[in-house]
Each structure stands twice: as C-alpha cells, then as structure tokens.
C-alpha cells in the first residue's frame, strides 16, 4: 500500500512534511519526499520500483496523516459489565476517533484482572471481538496479603503494560489498597520494571467532605455542587503528596490517572513521576454541572474553571505526559438515577479524545505539532513500553494511522457513536478537522462505510512489543 502526498505529522518534526509512506506487511516500510515513491498525477505507478502493479495507492492530497492515536486508559468492562460496554463496541468507537491502540483497566471487568488466570480468561474472550490493538493492566487491590500480592505482580508482569491501584475505590470488587499496600505494590512493581497507576484521591478528604455536606443537608435531596463539594481539589493534591511520599525517592514508576487538579499536576510532574489529564478536564468545569448533570459526572469530578487553562498550559509544557479518555460508559438507568451521588461515574470518551484534542489542542494553537503527537500518542507509548513498534510515523513501526480532513469540521453527535453508551458531555460539540480513515497495521478499520473491520482482528500487545 502506497499512502500518495500526505502531509505527514513525524516525531519531533516542528511542523508537517508532504511525503510518501509505503506499507508492506502492516509496517511502515518507507517515508519519502513526496512524489519520490510514485507520482500520483502520472497516473503511471510502474515507474516507481518499489510499488507493485495491483498495490493500493491512496492519494491522500490534501489530508493531514497522524499515527494511530493510544488510548491509554479505556474501561471496556468485559468480561463482568458488558451492559455499560465491551470489546467490540469500545474498540469500534476507538476506531472511530482514530484510536488505534487500548489500554484496558483491570478494574471493570469480572473476575478483575488480578491474576494471570484472569488475564487469560479475559484475553481469550477479548480476542474474538477487538477491532484495534490492545494492552491491559494488572490490578492489585485491598483484598491481597503481602504474599499474594507479590505473586500476583510478579505473574501478570510479562503479559500488562502496567498496574492500576486506587486510594479511593466504590467496587466491591475491586477494593482500595491501604498506604502500606501501595507502598509494597510500588516497590515491586518498579523491580519488574514496570509503571503503577493510582486513581489519587484522598479517602480522609473525601469522607470528611461527605460528612460536612450530609450534615449541612439535612434531608434535603442532593444536587451536582454536593457531588461536586464531595470531592475536593485537595482530595488530588493530598493523595499526589501520599503517593510521592510513599513510592521514596525513586518514584519514576509512579503514574498518577486522570489529574484534573493543576496543583496536583504540577507536584507530580515536579517529583519524576508521571501523569495524565481527559479531555473533559480540559474541556468541562463544575459550573457546566447544571447543564449536563449526570453526562458530565466522573471521579474525580471537573475542577473550577480556573484549572483547564492551567491543565492546558501544563500539558502543553509536557508537565502532564499524555491525555487519556478514561472511557467508561454505563447504560441510561445506571446514569439518570434522579441522585447525583448515585449515578454512575464515568463518560464514553475513546471516540472523542484524539478529535477533540486535535481541534482544540493542534489547531487552536494550544498544543505545538510534537506536544500534540506525545500527548495522544507517542509518550504513552513510550510510558507503557510498546515504542518499538507503535507511537509515530516512523520506518519500521506498525502502520497505525488516522488520515484527516483539516478543511471539514466534526459534529460529536450522539446517533454516529459505536458505544454502547452514548451519554456524553461532549454531544453537539462541533470540532475543526474531520476523521476519514483510520488504519490499524495497513488495514482499513474505519473509513466511509463505517467500521471496516473484523471482529478480532485487533491484536493483544505486550511490553516491548516492536
Ligand atoms: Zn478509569
């Protein structure tokens, strides 16, 4: 396959080159000036060597070429949730919004990925219906013993990118780990080499701030500013300084998920560790609660609007490593439960965080071309270990890419999503740049007719994957 005259986005390149790509086997074979591989306007393919007679030539003048965005943080929920969501839907959506790589959570499936049992069961079931690739994390939670936790870390390390762990955690199934248990999970994590993911929210922050509000209540119902006042910026900078605290003077394999919170931003960033925000972060704020209600709820909540001109400038800095979607949909009577403290927590965001990012990231001039490429590819792949062969246009890497019309515009409607929830906040919005096709190892996964792809032919990637 011969991708003709696309203006390409390349690592570290401070702005676009028109070149040629040639494709062979689903790599990357060839990056060219254009017009040195073939000359579309010729019409005459048999002068350029390399190309075969009956090869696929998609003249891509015109369009803007990025490689493949990773989500490196989707809850896809199968097995165990699959009324929220599952594989295929979640990675069809992905494909959609140019999302070539997954990372899936431990968390939101049953059994929880905990152990190398589990991982397989899951895999196996997974396989058949990915339409991208995919990496997992393990999960360690509060209800290991030191010894077992051990075991389990040292099991699921070959196979997971990384493990998840949570300060403050409501699934019963998938428990918070005290200080000590981080702690122990931090240091044995970074002996396998790799990096331990914290949902870091304080639990003494938060239960206090529940009970000043129930209090002050009294039987009155609940509205968005309690749920918003239950979880306080101070619960994100707290649960950072523990987490530093506890993981020692080495903490480069600590990741902080989902920082919606500069300050807290900002003092991971400062340590060596390392961390992502979400679109919504960036796009939301507590006052729009009023308006979105449930659609907008997730934990931790949206911040003050003070804070996405503050994540922005952080991100933009590379003080937040990458973006994530934190995609975790959950159907209409988990969402509109008529009580903001009980609705489910969580937004399909995988088909909306590269187009998003790109229309108010690269082309409003917010993000610069290489910070915009780290943030929706390459830093989480080098963060997660899959460089060698995902991450950026580059020779040799798997050809994952996304082609994207920068003169039309995207309108986030609802009745277009693959998910199966299509609750987000982000409906109606209207984004500059428009997605055409999405590409998964030079092949077409997504383009006019829809999903193109079939179910299982994502792939399972591991650490070191090239
Ligand atoms: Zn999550």
């Known amino acids: 396959m011969l991708i003709a005259n696309a203006l390409a986005a390349l690592p570290g390149e401070k702005d676009f080159r028109r070149v040629d790509i040639l494709v062979r086997e689903g790599k990357?074979?060839?990056?060219?000036?254009?017009?040195?591989?073939?000359?579309?306007?010729?019409?005459?393919?048999?002068?350029?060597?390399?190309?075969?007679?009956?090869?696929e030539t998609i003249d891509a003048t015109g369009l803007m070429m990025f490689p493949?965005?990773?989500?490196?943080?989707?809850?896809?929920?199968?097995?165990g949730f699959t009324q929220r969501e599952d594989f295929l839907h979640g990675s069809s959506e992905a494909a959609r919004g140019g999302v070539t790589t997954v990372i899936d959570m431990p968390c939101t499936s049953l059994p929880p990925v905990t152990s190398l049992a589990a991982l397989k069961n899951k895999l196996a079931i997974v396989s058949k219906s990915a339409v991208v690739d995919f990496a997992f994390y393990g999960g360690v939670n509060g209800l290991f013993d030191d010894a077992s936790m051990d075991l389990a870390i040292d099991a699921l390390a070959p196979h997971v990118v990384g493990f998840k762990c949570y300060f403050v955690s409501g699934m019963e199934s998938f428990t918070a780990v005290t200080p000590e248990q981080f702690a122990r999970a931090y240091n044995r994590c970074a002996a396998a080499g790799r990096p331990l993911l914290l949902h870091a929210e304080d639990p003494a922050v938060i239960a206090a701030a529940e009970a000043a509000l129930g209090a002050a209540r009294g039987r009155k119902a609940p509205t968005w500013k309690d749920y918003y006042a239950s979880r306080p910026m101070e619960a994100e900078t707290a649960a950072c300084s523990a987490a530093l605290r506890l993981a020692g003077a080495r903490p480069r394999w600590l990741h902080i998920v989902h920082i919606g919170t500069a300050e807290a931003a900002a003092l991971v960033a400062a340590s060596g560790a390392s961390c992502e925000t979400c679109g919504h972060y960036l796009a939301f704020d507590e006052d729009d609660f009023q308006a979105l209600g449930a659609a907008l709820k997730t934990a931790p909540p949206v911040k003050e609007a003070s804070q996405k001109a503050l994540l922005w400038k952080l991100l933009a800095e590379g003080a937040i490593s990458f973006v994530a979607s934190d995609h975790a949909g959950a159907p209409d009577y988990e969402k509109f439960t008529g009580n903001p403290l009980s609705a489910y927590g969580g937004i399909p965001g995988t088909g909306t965080f590269f187009p998003y990012l790109l229309s108010e990231g690269l082309f409003a001039k917010r993000l610069s071309l290489p910070r915009f490429l780290e943030a929706t590819s390459g830093a989480a792949a080098a963060r997660y270990g899959i460089s060698g062969g995902k991450g950026s246009l580059a020779e040799g890497k798997d050809a994952d890419f996304v082609l994207v019309d920068p003169e039309a515009s995207t309108l986030l409607d609802p009745a277009s999503m693959y998910s199966k929830s299509r609750i987000t906040p982000f409906a109606g919005m209207r984004l500059a740049g428009r997605i055409k096709e999405t590409f998964v190892r030079g092949s077409r996964v997504y383009g006019e007719g829809g999903i193109l792809a079939l179910p299982g032919s994502g792939k399972f990637i591991q650490w070191g994957y090239r």
């Open 68 to 79: 493949g965005a990773i989500d490196p943080h989707v809850h896809f929920d199968e097995p």
């Open 28 to 55: 990357i074979a060839r990056i060219a000036a254009a017009g040195s591989l073939a000359d579309v306007s010729a019409a005459d393919l048999s002068s350029a060597d390399s190309i075969l007679a009956d090869e």
